[in-house]
Structure formats: structure tokens, C-alpha cells
């Protein structure tokens, strides 16, 4: 019986096989490697017969892992042994693969009712209407006004402004329900639409398609960071 174990980035899996008993013969055993979430980028292993030879009752069979600087999660593999010559029975183990790389942070994150962003992003904000009454917000920074007063434009997409990471961005957001000069305030949500796409969604009376104001975040792949 061999026991499963877990090993870090680099290290090496060592398995003991052994026998029961002291044979006058050599044996042999089959030793696998079989990929799991761990593939065989992630190990260093030739499939093969291994002999005990005649008067031994084990053999010891090594399992390098590969280093990368790519975070990818604990992984594992399977490590199999059936029997070959002067042999019966067989095992499986479980390797588990421990990541030594530091998680990467996420490139965009709801943060309360805004949006932040990670270090070296450049991001691009867009703004749109989608209702009958006035609508008007101002963009913030870590709370911070970036602008004054914006008025969005029914059904047309305009460009506010580029950004950079690191921040957290967020907006104050007032209608005018009959458009005669009564503002009043209503709260906002962020979400995150897709890899590389957030919005601050905004409605005047909470109404379930959170589309009055929209105020869209694009941005493009960044290696040091995950979507």
C-alpha cells in the first residue's frame, strides 16, 4: 500500500513500493503517471516496469515536479502501480500538487456600490441613457468627484474619460422623474458583466432591468492580475 501525499512546486513525490515477501527471483512492477488537473507539464515521468531484484523487498521510485511562475491552483495526479513479473495486486495514489506562485489579485472587483480596479489597467469609461426622465450622475474617484454634473443621452453610448488602476470608482446619481427641475437621489449597483467588462447600473425606481443610467467599464488583459 502506498500513501497519497501532497507536495509543493518543485519537490519531488517519492513512493516506497514493497513487497510482501522476500522472493528468490527478481520481480517486477508497472508504475504509472496519470494526469488529473496536474498534467504532464506539471511532472516529470516516464511510465515504465521497475525490478525489485531477487532477495530485495521494495523499490523506491522518484516523481519530480515541474517549477513555473504560473499560479494555477492545487492540481493532482494519479500515481499507479499493477503488478508485472513474480507479482499480483495493485494500487493507486493521489498526488497533490500544492501552487508555491502567489494568487494573482482580481483585475476588477465589486467593491460596495462601485468598481475597483488593479495597479497598471488602463480602463476606458463609457456612458449611456436608457430612460424618459432626466438622468445625471458625477463620477467619483476613492470618493473623490472627478467631474461635475454628467448628463447621459438617451440611447447613445458617449466616452467619459480613461482610467487608471488602483482605484475604486464609483457615482452619485440623481433623476428628475417629470423633467421639471426636481432632482432627486437613488442608489446604484455594480456588477461585473463579462471578463474585461463592468457597470455601475443606476434606476430611478429600482425597477429589475437597472438600465436608466448605465456607466460601462472596458478594459484589456493584464498578466499580473486574473479576470
Avoid at 474617484?141 to 447613445?156: A, E, F, L
Avoid at 442608489?187 to 432591468?209: M, N, T, Y
Avoid at 484589456?220 to 486574473?226: A, D, E, R
Wanted: glycine share 8%; with cysteine.
Amino acid at each position: 500500500m502506498i500513501q497519497s501525499l501532497q507536495l509543493n512546486k518543485k519537490q519531488t513525490a517519492q513512493f516506497t513500493i514493497n513487497l510482501s515477501n522476500t522472493l528468490t527471483t527478481d520481480a517486477t512492477v508497472n508504475v504509472s503517471a496519470v494526469a488529473g488537473s496536474a498534467g504532464s507539464s506539471d511532472y516529470s515521468f516516464t511510465n515504465e516496469a521497475y525490478i525489485i531484484y531477487a532477495g530485495q523487498t521494495s523499490v523506491t521510485v522518484n516523481v519530480p515536479t515541474v517549477d513555473d511562475s504560473q499560479y494555477e491552483g492545487t492540481e493532482t495526479f494519479s500515481f499507479n502501480v499493477t503488478a508485472g513479473t513474480n507479482t499480483t495486486g495493485s494500487t493507486s495514489n493521489t498526488v497533490t500538487i500544492n501552487d508555491n506562485d502567489p494568487v494573482p489579485q482580481q483585475c476588477m472587483r465589486v467593491s460596495g456600490n462601485g468598481l475597483y480596479f488593479a495597479p497598471g489597467l488602463n480602463v476606458r469609461v463609457d456612458h449611456v441613457r436608457h430612460a424618459l426622465d432626466n438622468q445625471r450622475f458625477i463620477f467619483k474617484k476613492n470618493g473623490s468627484n472627478q467631474t461635475g454634473w454628467v448628463y447621459p443621452v438617451d440611447n447613445q453610448w458617449r466616452h467619459l474619460t480613461n482610467v487608471s488602476g488602483g482605484s475604486t470608482y464609483t457615482v452619485d446619481y440623481q433623476y428628475d422623474k417629470s423633467n421639471n427641475g426636481h432632482w432627486a437621489n437613488n442608489a446604484c449597483r455594480a456588477v461585473i458583466k463579462s471578463a474585461g467588462h463592468g457597470e455601475i447600473q443606476c434606476d430611478d425606481v429600482f425597477l429589475p432591468s437597472w438600465d436608466d443610467t448605465i456607466i460601462k467599464f472596458t478594459y484589456s488583459g493584464n498578466s499580473s492580475c486574473s479576470n
